[in-house]
C-alpha cells in the first residue's frame, strides 16, 4: 500500500484555502484540510472537502476531440494540434491576427494564463486576450 | 484585496456590501465570525436577507442596485456629524471638496426614497462603521455586476477613504474574488490592455520589454474584451475564438445572444476538463489536466501566490494546459519548449515586478503575497501603507444612476443572480460531484410568500420566468431570504439557465455585465 498526502490549494473559489490531497496507490481519494495552511487553518467547506470528486468523474474528458461530418470524434493529440494550427494559420492569412481571440481562464495556474496571453500576443499577433474575471 | 483575510478577525468593525459571504466564501466568512467573537461590529446591505444578516449589528436590504446611494447616504452622515478623519484626508488623499460637494445632496430622507433604507438604520450603519476603527469593507459580485459596477467600486473606496481605513491594518477595500485564480489571471496579463503586472500594452518602453523578451514584434493596440469579442463574431470580424477552462455559453450575460455569435465563427476551439455547454459547440476539443494532475501556481483574493502540486497523473491522454498551449505555438511556429511550470514561473518572474522576488522554493507551503519586489522580500500583508500607489488617494464625486432596466407594467419583478452554497460557477465541476450533487440538484427561483400567494404558487411549483431576452422555467421556492417584489435564480443550472433571462447591459468602463439586476415576469406554469 502506498499513501501519499500531495499539498496544493483548492481551486473552487478565490479563498485559496490548503488542501492536502489523498492518493493510495496512484488513486486520488480524498481532500484534506491542510492545519498549518495561512487562509483556512485547518478548516475547508462542503466544497473543498469534495474537492477530489470532480478529478475522478467518469465525464472527464480522456482525449482531443475533432469535429468531423458534424460530430465530435476522438482524435490523437497530433491530429488535434495540426489541424488547429492549420485552421488558425489560415484564418490569420485570410483576416489578419485581430479576427482571433483569446479566452485566458480564471481556473488554470498562473503559468498557463501566462502562456496564453503569450500565446495571443507572440504567436497570433492580437491584444484579443481576456478571461471570465467579470462572470 | 488591499489587506489579508487573517487580518478581517482582528477589525473593529467590518462592513459586508454585496457579498453572500457564509455561501460564497465561507472561509473569510469564518474570519468575520471570529471578529465577531472579539467584539467586531458587523454591518451587512444585501437586496436578500442573506445568512450573515443574522449576526449582524445592523443589516439592510436595499432596493436592487442602489448601492451609489446608500453609500453616499452613509458618507453624508458621517461628514455631517464630523466622523471623518480629517487628518488621513488632509494628508494621504486629494479632491475631497468635489466630492464633499456630490454628497451634500444625498441627506438620508432622499437616501431612504431610493434605497428603501430607513434613516435610522442608515444612521447606525454611519456610525458602526466610522467610530469603530479600524473597519474593514468587503465586497463581491454584488457591487461590481452592475452597470455602475466602476461608480460602486470607487463609492466602497471613497467611504473606506473618508474614515482612515485604507492602508491600515485589519481595514481596506477587500473585493473577494469568486473563482480560484481570478486575481492570477489578471495578474498574468489575460486582459487585452496590459501585460502581466497590468504593464500597459499601448506604452512603447512595455511593448518594447516585451517585445525583447519574446523574440517578436508585438501589437500595441488595445484588444478586445470578452463582451467586444461577442460583437466582433456577430459583426463578422472575429472569425475564431480560443476557449480555455471556461464556459461562455453558461457564464455570458445573454445565452440567446451568444449562440447567434458562436454560430457565425469559422473556428471554435475549447480546453476543458470536461465536455462543456460551450465545448459541445466546438470544432475541436482538448482535454485538459485537472488541478490534482500538474504543477503550478495559483494566487488567492488576498494576493497570495501558491503552489499547487501533481498528485496523480492525468486521466487518459489528458495534458496540461500549459503543454496544450506549447504544443499549439509549436505547430504554429513559434517554439515553446518548456520543460515544465517552474521554468515558465522563473519567466513570469524577470517580466513581473510584483512576483519578481518569488521562487517554488521560496513559495513553500504557505505562499507569498505580492508586490514581492526581491528574493529578501517577505511579501505584502496589506497595500497602502504609506501612500498610495498613485500617490495620493483620490476622491470620486459619484452620482446615483438607475439599473439599465428596471420593473415597470410589463415586468413587474427585479430579478437578481448569484451562487448557492455547494455549487461553483456554471456547474462544471460541481454538478459531477456526488457530495455536491445530492445539495442541489435542479435550479430553483427564491419568492417571497407574499408573491407566492398572490401567483397562487406553492413551494416546488414551476413556474415560467420572462425578460425581454427570454424564458425559462423554473420550480419556485418559496423564501423569506428575499424581499416582496425580487426573485433570485442560481446561475450554476444549465436546464433552467439564469443567462437566458439576465440583461447583457454593461458598465462603460469594466465592461462588466449587469446580471444582479433585470426585470422580470413570473407567472405558474400551466
Given at each position: 500500500m502506498d499513501y501519499k498526502m500531495i499539498p496544493s490549494v483548492c481551486s473552487y473559489c478565490g479563498t485559496g484555502c490548503g488542501v492536502l490531497f489523498q492518493v493510495m496507490d496512484g488513486k486520488l481519494t480524498g481532500t484534506m484540510p491542510m492545519k498549518t495552511h495561512p487562509v483556512n487553518e485547518g478548516k475547508l467547506c462542503i466544497k473543498g472537502w469534495n474537492l477530489h470528486e470532480h478529478v475522478v468523474s467518469d465525464k472527464r474528458l480522456q482525449t482531443p476531440l475533432l469535429k468531423k461530418d458534424g460530430q465530435l470524434q476522438e482524435a490523437t493529440w497530433d491530429q488535434a494540434i495540426q489541424t488547429t494550427a492549420g485552421k488558425l494559420k489560415a484564418i490569420i492569412k485570410d483576416h489578419g491576427p485581430d479576427s482571433v481571440g483569446v479566452l485566458a481562464s480564471a481556473k488554470i495556474t498562473n503559468e498557463e494564463n501566462y502562456l496564453a496571453q503569450k500565446f495571443a500576443r507572440a504567436v497570433i499577433g492580437t491584444n484579443n486576450v481576456d478571461h471570465c474575471a467579470r462572470l | 484585496m488591499t489587506n489579508s483575510i487573517a487580518e478581517i478577525e482582528d477589525a473593529a468593525c467590518i462592513f459586508v456590501i454585496g457579498s453572500n459571504t457564509t455561501a460564497c466564501h465561507p472561509l473569510i466568512a469564518r474570519r468575520i465570525f471570529r471578529a465577531k467573537e472579539k467584539g467586531a461590529k458587523l454591518v451587512v446591505a444585501d437586496p436578500r436577507h442573506i445568512q450573515l444578516s443574522r449576526f449582524a449589528d445592523i443589516a439592510v436590504t436595499q432596493r436592487l442596485g442602489s448601492d451609489v446611494a446608500l453609500l453616499n447616504g452613509m458618507m453624508h452622515i458621517i461628514i455631517k456629524n464630523g466622523w471623518h478623519d480629517t487628518a488621513y484626508i488632509e494628508e494621504r488623499t486629494e479632491e475631497f471638496d468635489g466630492f464633499k460637494t456630490a454628497i451634500d445632496n444625498y441627506a438620508p430622507d432622499k437616501v431612504e426614497a431610493i434605497t428603501?433604507?430607513?434613516?435610522?438604520?442608515?444612521?447606525?450603519?454611519?456610525?458602526?462603521?466610522?467610530?469603530?476603527?479600524?473597519?474593514?469593507?468587503?465586497y463581491a459580485m454584488g457591487i461590481t455586476q452592475h452597470t455602475t459596477g466602476v461608480d460602486n467600486v470607487k463609492s466602497c473606496c471613497n467611504l473606506a477613504m473618508l474614515c482612515g481605513n485604507v492602508g491600515v491594518r485589519s481595514g481596506g477595500v477587500n473585493p473577494l474574488r469568486g473563482q480560484n485564480n481570478v486575481q492570477g489571471a489578471c495578474d498574468m496579463g489575460g486582459l487585452p490592455n496590459v501585460f502581466p503586472a497590468y504593464q500597459p500594452v499601448a506604452v512603447e518602453a512595455n511593448n518594447e520589454k516585451f517585445a525583447k523578451a519574446w523574440g517578436k514584434e508585438l501589437p500595441d493596440q488595445i484588444g478586445y474584451t470578452i463582451t467586444d469579442m461577442i460583437q466582433a463574431m456577430i459583426d463578422g470580424k472575429l472569425k475564431a475564438l480560443f476557449v480555455i477552462g471556461e464556459n461562455p455559453k453558461m457564464s455570458d450575460p445573454d445565452q440567446n445572444h451568444l449562440e447567434k455569435a458562436l454560430?457565425?465563427?469559422?473556428?471554435?476551439?475549447?480546453?476543458?476538463?470536461?465536455?462543456t455547454e460551450t465545448a459541445e459547440r466546438a470544432d475541436v476539443v482538448f482535454a485538459a489536466a485537472s488541478v490534482a494532475e500538474k504543477d503550478g501556481t495559483f494566487t488567492n483574493t488576498e494576493r497570495r501566490c501558491m503552489k499547487v502540486n501533481k498528485a496523480i497523473d492525468p486521466v487518459g491522454d489528458a495534458l496540461s494546459d500549459w503543454e496544450i498551449i506549447s504544443k499549439l505555438s509549436t505547430a504554429m511556429g513559434y517554439e515553446m519548449n518548456y520543460e515544465g511550470p517552474e521554468e515558465i514561473f522563473k519567466e513570469i518572474t524577470t517580466v513581473t515586478p510584483s512576483y519578481a522576488g518569488m521562487t517554488y522554493e521560496r513559495l513553500g507551503l504557505d505562499g507569498l503575497q505580492w508586490p514581492c519586489p526581491n528574493t529578501e522580500h517577505p511579501g505584502t500583508q496589506f497595500l497602502h501603507k504609506d501612500q498610495f500607489t498613485r500617490g495620493k488617494g483620490l476622491f470620486h464625486a459619484i452620482e446615483y444612476l438607475d439599473p439599465a432596466e428596471m420593473p415597470d407594467d410589463e415586468y413587474p419583478y427585479f430579478l437578481t443572480t448569484g451562487r448557492m452554497f455547494a455549487h461553483y460557477h456554471t456547474g462544471t465541476m460541481s454538478r459531477v460531484s456526488p457530495h455536491l450533487d445530492i445539495e442541489q440538484k435542479t435550479g430553483y427561483v427564491e419568492i417571497h410568500p407574499e408573491d407566492a400567494d398572490k401567483l397562487a404558487v406553492i413551494d416546488g411549483d414551476t413556474v415560467n420566468l420572462a425578460t425581454r431576452r427570454g424564458e425559462i422555467q423554473v420550480p419556485a421556492r418559496?423564501?423569506?431570504?428575499?424581499?416582496?417584489?425580487?426573485?433570485?435564480?442560481?446561475?450554476h443550472f444549465a436546464e433552467n439557465a439564469a443567462n437566458i433571462l439576465t440583461n447583457s447591459a454593461f458598465d462603460p468602463i469594466a465592461k462588466i455585465p449587469e446580471y444582479k439586476v433585470c426585470a422580470v415576469k413570473i407567472e405558474k406554469a400551466a
Open positions: - | 428603501g433604507i430607513a434613516q435610522a438604520d442608515l444612521e447606525k450603519m454611519a456610525e458602526l462603521y466610522a467610530t469603530n476603527s479600524p473597519a474593514a469593507l468587503l454560430e457565425k465563427l469559422d473556428l471554435l476551439i475549447c480546453q476543458d476538463i470536461f465536455l418559496i423564501s423569506n431570504l428575499v424581499k416582496p417584489g425580487l426573485l433570485f435564480v442560481p446561475f
